[in-house]
């Protein structure tokens, strides 16, 4: 007879054992590299800075926040698959372009007064992550900011201008990271 109870535990502890922490506080990769962080660092900085004087998309942070996590991901990782510019503005565009149809769906069942706007704006939040992802992954432009940027479209307001702000500035961080690419080494 199998006993539920010892399965049940060994899947609690196998679970519970990834969130251990592995031995160190500083990452080993950190002590024998520390100018390459640096250096890394202050390019995602200084990158964010450019987009957003270059972009002025203040006004618009939900949406520009996202462009935050791509450069993190593209200058701490980059001979991730995710950090590609195939990814990068792939993840983008197929994120914008969801977002903004779903938003556009909102807008009119909102016309039509008979489905709560709140609760609408929810399941086609939902609905533009989920497409986004199929999207991303059958495209290989798996980027996951690009789902962030698909939901942010549906709950926020946004205008064309939004749209070549985001996209733009995903453009310029695909450009930095591929020119700043023999400099880079994988941070994660």
Known sequence: MHDSRHSRD????????????????????FRANPSRYVFQCLLVCLTMLGVLTFLDAVYQTVLIAALGASSVIAFSAPSMRASRPRSLI???????????V??????????????DPHSLAIVLGALAVGLA????????TEHPPGAAIALGF????????TVVVVITGIILISLVKEFARNWLIDLL
């Open 10 to 29: 060994g899947i609690f502890s196998r679970t519970f054992a990834r969130f251990r922490p592995r031995g160190h506080l500083i990452d080993p990769k």
């Open 90 to 100: 792939g993840g983008y565009l197929i994120g914008t372009l969801v977002g903004c």
């Open 102 to 115: 779903m938003s556009s769906l909102t807008g009119l069942a909102n016309e039509s007064n008979m489905i």
């Open 133 to 140: 992802m199929f999207v991303m992954a059958t495209t290989d």
């Open 154 to 161: 549906v709950l926020n307001e946004w205008d064309m201008l």
